[in-house]
């Protein structure tokens, strides 16, 4: 599971929150996809954890027009971004959330909880859920960049890639929480980049630089990146492009209506 410094983190994704819209489109077309699978039940409290900007948020208010949308993300910065877009939106952290008990008939978070620890994150997202309340979310599970682990890999000793969960890690957990009716569906995407350096682009042009504690603090010496360079020109696809491998899954699940 990641252990990650969460004031890093949220430093890189104020940094980030300026342009985030314009480079994460990946982003973008996961949370449509997710959005895809909201379920047909009424709501009148809706949790969007880990907002981002609130580009996403849209897709909630089109499905539950009358609901309270509520909005947090890790990122003062980001939260603020979301607020303008006229959301109300918080700075809080999905493993200690910033909301009472029992408060949201759906909760729901696109590509933040692989940031998490899940046995903190999970039983945060269970509390503040109705009875019966539904959870929704997409993750990154192993698997997810391995071009670029194994590209990086034995180059020097630090990580590029987050210590992600297994698909069967993450129902473990979220039938620790106490959730029930735990459904996944893992799908691989694959984006195409032109150039390594495109490529790591669209991972750090949006603020996802933090692997934990063995990430490298500062630049790759010239030689080594070269090195990187040419051992991942060894992958370019039919089409001529950098392929940059996804593991997602997504997953909805609920809690009981016999809990309070």
Not at 9 to 26: E, G, K, N, Q, T
Not at 128 to 141: A, E, I, N
Not at 232 to 238: F, G, I, P, Q
Request: proline residues 5%; glycine residues 6%.
């Amino acid at each position: 599971m990641p252990d990650i410094d969460k004031q890093k983190l949220s430093l890189s994704f104020s940094r980030a929150a300026a342009h985030y819209d314009a480079i994460a489109s990946f982003q973008q077309q996961v949370a449509a996809r997710l959005a895809q699978l909201l379920p047909a039940i009424p709501a009148t409290c809706v949790l969007d954890g880990g907002c981002g900007t609130g580009a996403s948020s849209a897709l909630l208010t089109q499905h539950w027009p009358d609901a309270l949308l509520l909005a947090c993300d890790l990122s003062p910065e980001m939260a603020r971004l979301a607020h303008a877009r006229q959301l109300t939106a918080v700075c809080g952290d999905l493993e200690q959330l910033p909301f009472s008990k029992a408060c949201f008939d759906v909760a729901w978070s696109s590509l933040a909880l692989q940031w998490c620890q899940p046995q903190l994150a999970y039983p945060e997202l269970q509390r503040v859920l109705k009875p019966g309340g539904q959870l929704l979310f997409s993750t990154l599970t192993s698997g997810s960049l391995h071009e670029l682990e194994s590209t990086f890999g034995g180059i020097d000793r630090h990580k590029r890639v987050l210590p992600f969960a297994s698909e069967q890690q993450v129902v473990d957990a979220l039938h620790a929480a106490g959730f029930e009716h735990v459904q996944c569906q893992a799908e691989r995407w694959v984006t195409q980049h032109a150039d390594l350096k495109t490529l790591l682009t669209s991972i750090r042009g949006i603020g996802a630089n933090q692997t934990g504690a063995a990430r490298r603090p500062g630049m790759m010496g010239k030689t080594q990146w070269q090195a990187a360079q040419a051992r991942y020109e060894n992958l370019r696809d039919a089409d001529g492009m950098l392929p940059l491998t996804y593991s997602l899954l997504f997953v909805s699940a609920e809690k009981s209506s016999a809990q309070d």
